[in-house]
């Protein structure tokens, strides 16, 4: 069966800092990976989706950014975080069926 | 391009009683549909999905919701609700095989009270 892995759970970070949030599937091969933000209160952003190594699109502009050095490992990078950076954060893969399986995610605060 | 609307932010509810959360849906293709939940502080789960076939569709937990083409809806229902339902609940829709255009709605929070 396939599984999704994410970490760390939870972090807080100063203004500023950078950031490395990284996504692991286990189970399946060449899955489309995904990167959400959910700010509190509020729905799901899509932030990155890749459908292949090195093949990444961006939906939001920001200073996030996103790698998949392997087939089945999604990395969210930032150099310098912002407050308004702050939220949930959530991996997910998908498959042919369309639909997405979620990570249990990664809480982020900054201050 | 697709979009979800879910009008409810907020529904509670007493427990035992039945809830309905709606959700409208717009597209110009061929859509699959999701009811995904989200318990705090936890991921997604997936709770049903209509990709074709019967438009009534349903959950091991007693959910069901239906595909309705003509109304472009797909609201989720439970004839009676329990405490352990509280949670937040995403429609979703996906208008091709590779999950590429997945679209959330805005999420709903059932509260269900005691």
């Known amino acids: 069966s396939q599984t999704i892995h994410q970490w760390p759970a939870t972090l807080v970070q100063p203004v500023g800092s950078p950031l490395s949030l990284e996504c692991t599937v286990e189970?399946?091969?060449?899955?489309?990976l995904y990167w959400y933000r959910q700010a509190a209160g509020r729905g799901l952003q899509l932030l990155f989706y890749?459908?292949?190594?090195?093949?990444i699109s961006s939906e939001v502009p920001q200073n996030l950014s996103a790698s998949r050095p392997q087939d089945r490992q999604f990395i969210l990078s930032s150099k310098k975080l912002l407050l308004s950076d702050s939220g949930f954060y959530l991996c997910?893969?998908?498959?042919?069926?369309?639909?997405?399986?979620f990570g249990e995610g990664s809480r982020l605060t900054v201050l | 391009a697709q979009s979800v609307t879910q009008l409810d932010s907020q529904v509670p509810v007493f427990e035992e009683a039945p809830v309905e959360l709606r959700c409208n849906y717009s597209?110009?293709?061929?859509?699959?549909l999701f009811w995904y939940v989200q318990y705090p502080n936890q991921g997604l789960q997936l709770l049903l999905k209509?990709?074709?076939?019967?438009?009534l569709v349903k959950s091991i937990n007693g959910f069901e919701a239906e595909f309705n083409k003509s109304q472009t809806s797909f609201h989720l229902r439970k004839p009676s609700v329990h405490i352990s339902d509280t949670a937040e609940y995403f429609c979703?829709?996906?208008?091709?095989?590779?999950?590429?255009?997945?679209?959330f709605g805005p999420g709903t929070r059932l509260s269900v009270l005691p």
């Open positions: 997910a893969w998908g498959r042919g069926t369309g639909e997405l399986f």
């Open positions: 189970g399946t091969s060449n899955p489309n």
């Open positions: 890749s459908i292949g190594i090195d093949q």
């Open positions: 597209s110009s293709v061929s859509v699959y």
């Open positions: 209509y990709l074709s076939g019967s438009t």
């Open positions: 979703a829709v996906s208008g091709d095989n590779y999950g590429q255009n997945f679209v």
